[in-house]
């Protein structure tokens, strides 16, 4: 694979209106860069196999009822639990970093042990830690996030909806902006956005004027790592904007450009 775990891999993340053909032209790309040799893998929001992602599930399909501010942190919470590792993982390196602080276990014991969780990303991440800093590593392993680690080891993020969704829909619903993203403060900004710009779409959301409002939020929020897809022209034509702003964005990040956080 091209992302050696000495390379960090890229979070994209794909935004538009619905029906704008986000879900289609993530898996191409996810196929693209596959093809290219990166490792990939493919995320979406808001992820409905979660607890709280089926309370999303039924709101959307109208079968509950919440308040606007209620499902707005839901989504939020949607993601702020992806970005945690597991509670098994977190409490066994914090316990292994007491270990390896009164030296009871050496940083090859520990490392073998790990190896149970068979999470290779993980495993590949704490391998590569300074063996010096004794302790400190499975501290800062149990402090990092899963899509942190993810990116830091190499493999790709494919997102197909974040924040941006999170905030566009709810202030087009008449939620005050600044306070649709504060809950969103501090997780992973992308490295690239994809916006795709046309189309629309039996879920709740799926009324042209409501759709209408979304745009103009999501113009709000604009900024440099923005790039603007036209989804109009046949769904190749998409595929192959799409190739390009990527291709240019996996590379940055293989140079080492930096992670910075949400709202930055
Ligand atoms: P999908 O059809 O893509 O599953 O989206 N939404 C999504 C929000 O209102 N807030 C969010 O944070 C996210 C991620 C957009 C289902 C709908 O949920 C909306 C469409």
Redesign the pocket.
Known sequence: KKNSSESRGALIVLEGL?RSG??SQSTRLHSFLDGLGYSVESW???D?NTGVGQM?SSY?ANESQLDDRA??LL??A??WEKRRLSDKFAAFASSQAERAASRRASILQIQEELLGFGDDEIIGFLKRLDSHVKGEWAMKAAGISLMETKLRTGKTLIV????Y??????SAKGLDIEWCKAPEMGLLAPDLKAAERGGY?G???EQLEFQRK?AKSYQTLRDSSWKTIDACCPVEDVEMQIREVVSDCVVTCEKGKSLSQLWS
């Open positions: 619905d986000k879900t979406r929001f808001p409905r999303i959307l499902i707005h989504f939020s949607n993601r197909d909806r974040y924040s969704s999170g905030v566009a829909f709810s779409g879920e709740r959301y979304v």
